[in-house]
């Protein structure tokens, strides 16, 4: 089996959107797009009760929230024309859990402000983490989300992931209750129809308004 290196943490270029590490600089553009209740209603960062309505909770919050130490964090912007400076930030992503030896990875901890959903923004940024980590030799990556988040799990679907099944009682919720966790995966031999999948949806996708 081949030995393979840290994964690497550089820009991702898309049509749409540019994945770029995200810095604690970050978090006040941040709170602009992913800091609202109806972010936490479908379970991102263990649910509704998890909401805070200042600046200051929610960046606390957040620094603990996202594994910064043990994951690649990343903010999701729109791609800027040239010239420009960086586009909106209009999200996050984490590849997270990654495992070397097993050649394996998680991509969660994601977010999108309300405005970009159902758009092509999720669809390109998975197509950029994913198809970097299976271009840097990984066999397996995990998607998941909390089983009662229709919306996240609808999307994780339509993306081309396989259901693996439902983990029970993994971890509790912000309102004390315990979260069963619904589990995706997509392999390297899965990896071409996939991304040809997503890229096929990009094709009639616009950019997103302003």
Not at 87 to 97: K, P, S
Not at 111 to 116: H, K, T
Not at 196 to 209: A, F, H, K, N, Y
């Amino acid at each position: 089996m081949t030995t393979l290196g840290p994964v690497p943490f550089v820009p991702l270029v898309g049509r749409l959107v540019t994945v770029v590490p995200l810095r604690h600089d970050d978090l006040p553009e941040l709170h602009r797009a992913v800091g609202r209740p109806e972010v936490f209603a479908g379970g991102w960062g263990g649910g509704a009760a998890a909401y805070r309505d200042d600046y200051e909770g929610w960046a606390d919050f957040i620094r603990g929230y996202l594994p910064w130490d043990e994951g690649l964090v990343w903010g999701v912007r729109r791609t800027a024309p040239a010239g420009e400076g960086p586009g909106e930030l209009v999200g996050t992503t984490t590849v997270g859990l990654v495992d070397l030896r097993c050649e394996s990875a998680h991509v969660g901890w994601t977010a999108y402000a309300p405005e970009v959903w159902g758009t092509g923004v999720n669809v390109e940024t998975k197509l950029l983490v994913l198809g970097s980590l299976f271009d840097h030799g990984l066999g397996r990556v995990q998607i998941q989300a909390d089983a009662l988040n229709e919306r996240s799990r609808a999307a994780i679907t339509r993306l081309g992931a396989t259901f693996e099944g439902v983990h029970r009682r993994t971890q509790p919720r912000a309102d004390g209750s315990w979260r069963d966790t619904a589990v995706y995966s997509v392999l390297a031999d899965e990896w071409p129809g996939v991304r040809d999948g997503l890229m096929r949806r990009l094709e009639t996708v616009q950019q997103p308004s302003r």
